[in-house]
């Protein structure tokens, strides 16, 4: 069997099992197993592999059929220009997610040296984008699972980012300290509708998913805690599951004295991102 034929499988395979992309998932594997570019897998694909490059393949392909998801596989995922290490003790970093991180940056324009806390940091994806594009940003990255920081620890190390990196349930982590910009990716996928979620994302840690009955609970967690936890002017950005957004804003507003408060939209129109300005 050729590496071309291989694929030809691979993405038959794969699109029988359900996969919504089976061609990039086949290419992705085949890049990795092998260790080649994308350029050198067409050059190379009448090249039949060799019996233990083909048992990778395979294994590889077995476990995406079964619905693992990709990132997992390969043990990477790419966010904000950066190729993060992510592994089952994450939630997997989506485009949705850089809206936040570039709503967070566009906000510490101009404000050298400010504080950051990402609060439920998973693999680091946003903390880590702000300390490597925001020249001077001071950020903590926060979460309640030691394996989570595990891997967000591995991932400033390899993107050499000076990161402060805390153990604790939300604030917990953090007594006593006050930020400039507080921003958190919640779970915030209703408790009821998890059993129902797409086959991959029932791969990911339930933590980073369950956010209650009504999926507002860390919102309200978050809202009643922040204010003793944010400078005089500080602002809080948080991610929002569709549909969520303006209950999710107005918890914060209960809580905090707002100057400025707004939603921004993700690349797809869904209102993603929920943010406040104290005064």
Request: hydrophobic share 45%; charged share 30%.
């Amino acid at each position: 069997m050729t590496i071309s034929e291989w694929m030809t499988k691979a993405i038959e395979a794969l699109r029988a099992s359900g996969c919504p992309d089976p061609e990039i998932d086949a290419r992705w594997i085949a890049e990795d197993a092998l260790g080649m570019t994308a350029p050198e897998l067409r050059f190379e694909a009448q090249r039949e592999p060799e019996p233990d490059e083909l048992a990778r393949l395979d294994d590889m392909l077995r476990r995406r059929a079964a619905g693992e998801p990709v990132q997992y596989i390969l043990r990477r995922a790419d966010f904000m220009g950066m190729r993060l290490y992510v592994d089952e003790r994450v939630l997997i970093p989506r485009q949705d997610t850089e809206t936040l991180a570039e709503a967070a940056i566009v906000a510490l324009q101009g404000k050298r040296g400010a504080s950051v806390l990402d609060l439920c940091a998973g693999s680091g994806a946003i903390g880590l984008s702000i300390a490597t594009l925001v020249p001077g940003a001071r950020v903590t990255l926060a979460d309640a699972s030691a394996g989570a920081l595990d891997v967000a620890r591995k991932n400033a190390r390899e993107l050499n980012a000076d990161v402060e990196i805390r153990k604790g349930d939300l604030f917990q982590a953090v007594r006593g300290e006050r930020f400039d910009l507080i921003v958190s990716n919640p779970p915030y996928i209703c408790s009821a509708e998890l059993p129902e979620l797409q086959r991959e994302v029932r791969f990911e840690p339930i933590l980073a998913l369950d956010g209650g009955a009504d999926g507002l609970d860390f919102y309200r967690r978050i809202a009643a805690d922040a204010g003793a936890h944010l400078n005089p002017g500080g602002s809080v950005y948080l991610e929002v599951g569709a549909g969520e957004a303006e209950a999710a804003l107005a918890i914060l507003r209960e809580h905090l004295d707002a100057a400025d408060a707004g939603t921004r939209r993700d690349l797809n129109g869904v209102e993603r991102i929920i943010w406040l300005r104290s005064r």
